[in-house]
């Protein structure tokens, strides 16, 4: 809980500093933010949080395209990835944050956005954002070290081809998933289970996700009902390197 009190603290500050009196969310502690703006660098896709969480693009069909939701976006064709090595950072144990822009026509049959890989036994997962049921169903999945395993999700049509906002968060006691902006929420305590596995986005073993994505970001705290609302309505307000004040602030994002 320290770590979300800090980032409140972080926002406030920063706020005043900018003159930013609009309450949107700054995400001041992102242990992950890939903004897609610029094109990738090669097959390296650079993780701009200053956690060094850079990401490898696995399959030959990603491409980088000008009209994503805030800048640049990725397309992925059905067949391909980014992969993330495993660092400490992304070993999130207690409370947790996922969030993603997608766009997509086609009907998903159980495609993690985001997801990190549980390596040994039991199930494959530790944590992840998920789309399926023929792009009718939004999911935030946990898993417990034991195994367990626990969600909340939301029903809707979402291959329209419109962007959609879908976020999860965990905050030691209660699960809930957010789409543009809407949430459910399903009681859940315990800690999360750990492991070095990859965080994935785009798919979920074979099940590749076809259509755009844009602004991934990850928290090791959990966002609030508001602060989620705020980020779908006004977009990132700003992504500071590692959490520090001092560091240089990413290009501020507006709707």
């Known amino acids: 809980m320290f ?10 500050v920063v706020a005043i500093a900018l003159g930013v009196l609009s309450g949107a969310a ?6 992950l ?33 000008a009209d994503g939701k805030f800048g640049g976006a990725l397309e992925f064709d059905g067949a391909s990835k980014i992969e993330i090595p495993h660092l400490d950072s992304l070993n999130l144990s207690e409370e ?31 944590w992840g954002i998920y789309l ?8 935030t999945y946990v898993v417990k070290p034991n195994d367990e395993v626990s969600t909340a999700g939301k029903t809707g049509d979402y291959m329209d081809g ?8 965990y905050d030691g006691e209660i699960i809930k998933c957010y789409i543009d902006g809407e949430v459910i929420a ?31 970001c990850i928290y090791d705290f959990a966002l609030s009902e508001e602060e989620i609302k705020s980020d779908y309505e006004n977009g990132y307000t700003a992504v ?15 709707q």
């Not at 770590?3 to 406030?12: A, E, F, Q, S």
């Not at 944050?97 to 997962?125: D, S």
């Not at 399926?132 to 999911?139: E, I």
């Open 3 to 12: 770590g979300k009190y800090r980032w409140l603290l972080l926002r406030t």
């Open 26 to 31: 700054i995400a001041s502690d992102a242990v």
């Open 33 to 65: 933010y890939m903004s897609f703006n610029q094109e990738p660098d090669g097959e390296v896709v650079e993780d701009e949080s200053g956690r060094g969480n850079h990401g490898n693009i696995v399959g030959n069909g990603v491409d980088w395209i």
């Open 96 to 126: 947790m944050t996922l969030a993603i822009w997608f766009r997509t026509e086609v009907p998903q049959k159980g495609r993690f956005l985001i997801y990190k890989i549980h390596n040994g036994g039991g199930r494959n997962y530790q």
């Open 132 to 139: 399926t049921a023929d792009s009718t169903a939004v999911s």
């Open 162 to 169: 419109e962007w959609h906002f879908l976020a999860g968060t």
């Open 186 to 216: 399903t009681d859940w305590d315990g800690e999360l289970r750990t492991g070095e596995g990859s965080v994935i986005i785009g798919t979920w073993n074979t099940n590749y996700f076809t259509g755009d994505l844009d602004e991934a």
């Open 240 to 254: 500071n390197s590692a959490g520090k004040l001092s560091a240089t602030w990413a290009e501020i994002k507006t």
